[in-house]
Structures are given as C-alpha cells and as structure tokens.
C-alpha cells in the first residue's frame, strides 16, 4: 500500500470520527462526542504522518512526531495543532476521570476544533504531495 493510499484511508477513518462526535453531540452524549473529536484529529495526524513513513503505536508517540516532522517543519499551523493535544487530556479526563463532566459546550468546542484541524490536514496533505512529487 502507497503512502498516499494509507493516507487517504485515514483520513476516511478521520471523517468517520468526526461524523460520530457529531452525532454523538446532537444525542447529548459529551463525553463520548469529545472523545470522537480527538479520535479525528488524531487519525488526521497520522494521516499526515504516514506521507512521511512515520508512525507511533503510542498518543503520545505520535503527537511528538506530528510535532517535529509536521509543525516544526511549518507544513500545518502552530496554532492549530495545540488542539490535538489538548483533545487527548479532556479525551482522556472523560474516558478514565471519576467524576468528570465532559459539559455541552466542551463537546462542541472540541467538534469545532476538530473539523478545523481537519480541514488544515486535508490543506497539509495536499501541500507534502505537491511538494514531493517531484522527490518521490
């Protein structure tokens, strides 16, 4: 399977996730919408990991390399990639957190971030490919 190939697969799976925080929003099910918004941004972030053969089985495996191969490189805006880590810790405080309320506007904060950390990646990706075709 080509790098692209794996890519472009992600980023349906990246879709899917933020398809189901949104459906799980309009049923009032927060947590599980937050927890499906960081599932989005980070299969986007893999997505664009893997057009540089790069993988984690680790969250925090990846968010380091999404850090040094993706921004620190200036492909995809600083300050939209604060979202992706940010989205783990609530993502992680709902899912294993006692008593954690994962409230209505968390949830849509993290579905707004997501689909703009989306649509950056879809811009991202676009850009390795123009820019390596010619390396490829």
């Given at each position: 399977?080509?790098?692209?190939?794996?890519?472009?697969?992600?980023?349906?799976?990246?879709?899917?996730?933020?398809?189901?925080?949104?459906?799980?929003?309009?049923?009032?099910?927060?947590?599980?919408?937050?927890?499906r918004?960081?599932?989005a941004?980070f299969?986007?972030?893999?997505?664009?990991?893997?057009?540089?053969?790069?993988?984690?089985?680790?969250?925090?495996?990846?968010?380091?390399l999404?850090?040094?191969?993706?921004?620190?490189?200036?492909?995809?805006?600083?300050?939209?990639s604060?979202?992706?880590?940010?989205?783990?810790?609530?993502?992680?405080?709902?899912?294993?957190?006692?008593?954690?309320?994962?409230?209505?506007?968390?949830?849509?904060?993290?579905?707004?971030?997501?689909?703009?950390?989306?649509?950056?990646?879809?811009?991202?990706?676009?850009?390795?490919?123009?820019?390596?075709?010619?390396?490829?």
């Amino acid at each position: 399977m080509s790098r692209i190939n794996l890519a472009r697969y992600r980023m349906d799976k990246a879709r899917e996730n933020l398809k189901d925080a949104e459906d799980a929003l309009a049923r009032s099910r927060f947590s599980l919408s937050a927890n499906r918004s960081y599932y989005a941004m980070f299969t986007a972030a893999r997505r664009l990991l893997a057009l540089k053969e790069l993988d984690s089985s680790k969250h925090s495996g990846v968010i380091a390399l999404f850090n040094q191969y993706i921004i620190k490189t200036g492909l995809f805006p600083k300050e939209l990639s604060r979202f992706l880590p940010k989205a783990k810790e609530i993502r992680e405080n709902a899912d294993y957190g006692d008593f954690v309320e994962i409230t209505k506007q968390d949830a849509q904060t993290q579905l707004e971030n997501a689909k703009k950390f989306i649509e950056e990646a879809e811009r991202t990706m676009n850009k390795i490919i123009q820019e390596a075709k010619y390396q490829w």
